[in-house]
């Protein structure tokens, strides 16, 4: 993948994330929930289980355990991390560019003894303050298609994992030679990885988008705030256009699992 040429920059990302956290929080997700959900069947329409769903199954295929020392990549409000410290007892840190999402995050780390072990940092995927060979894994939900030079954001994956250290994640796909499901697959190889698992879900993010809208619209019924009920009433539209797109094969949703190889050099 040589391509690191985009329209946005870290900075605009890094801009629209802090500029909308609040927003999100506060109408969507309290707890700042916001990835895709993996769902039971095509009638399942609880998109907080599905998405619960999706952080078990990606720590299942990850291999971790309480031995583990994981870095969450684009962590957002911190929920995948917790959830992985909670349940295994794991150690782990979680980076990502938007200030306003780590501070959230840090807050949920107060007085809980269970998230002694966890740590939030503000910082770039593409230029991450730790030391080589530092975590057992790296996982990450929904956030890697975000940024704009990926090889560079491969090579410090690989560096800061050790030898023989898994990195697990989501992510959005497109049918082009930037980000398609084989293209990600050549990149990660070109980068010192071994492909263990590569699996198109193109169907649970069609559903995710469907329950999304479908919440959005009803929660703008009963939204007094008319700037609220505005914003609600376009993301549910835009729900419904994403959900056309991934009819016409423009748009998907994987998960990938990779090892790093045991020869490969920080």
Not at 103 to 126: P, W
Not at 188 to 194: D, I, S, T, V
Not at 244 to 253: L, P, R, T
Request: overall charge negative; some cysteine; charged content about 25%.
């Amino acid at each position: 993948m040589s391509v690191t040429s985009h329209a946005y920059t870290e900075q605009d990302v890094e801009d629209f994330f802090d500029q909308t956290a609040q927003t999100y929080l506060s109408f969507w997700d309290s707890e700042g929930v916001l990835h895709t959900g993996y769902f039971a069947d095509e009638a399942d329409s609880d998109y907080r289980a599905a998405a619960e769903r999706t952080s078990e199954i990606l720590a299942a295929e990850a291999g971790i355990d309480g031995s583990s020392y994981v870095l969450d990549v684009g962590c957002g409000c911190g929920n995948f991390l917790i959830y992985l410290a909670k349940r295994f007892r794991c150690h782990g840190e979680g980076l990502d560019l938007s200030n306003e999402r780590i501070k959230f995050a840090q807050t949920k780390l107060a007085g809980d003894r269970d998230l002694a072990t966890v740590e939030f940092r503000h910082g770039s995927a593409t230029q991450m303050p730790y030391e080589p060979s530092r975590f057992s894994h790296v996982v990450s939900q929904d956030s890697l298609f975000l940024v704009p030079d990926k090889p560079r954001s491969h090579a410090e994956i690989q560096r800061v994992l050790r030898p023989g250290g898994v990195f697990a994640f989501s992510d959005f796909l497109q049918p082009t030679k930037d980000i398609g499901d084989r293209a990600y697959q050549v990149a990660l190889e070109e980068a010192g990885f071994e492909i263990l698992l590569a699996r198109n879900l193109r169907s649970h993010i069609r559903q995710t988008y469907r329950v999304l809208g479908k919440t959005a619209l009803e929660r703008a019924e009963t939204t007094p705030d008319a700037a609220a009920r505005d914003w609600m009433l376009a993301f549910s539209a835009s729900c419904k256009e994403i959900q056309i797109a991934i009819d016409h094969g423009e748009f998907g949703w994987g998960i990938f699992v990779t090892r790093k190889r045991r020869n490969a050099t920080p």
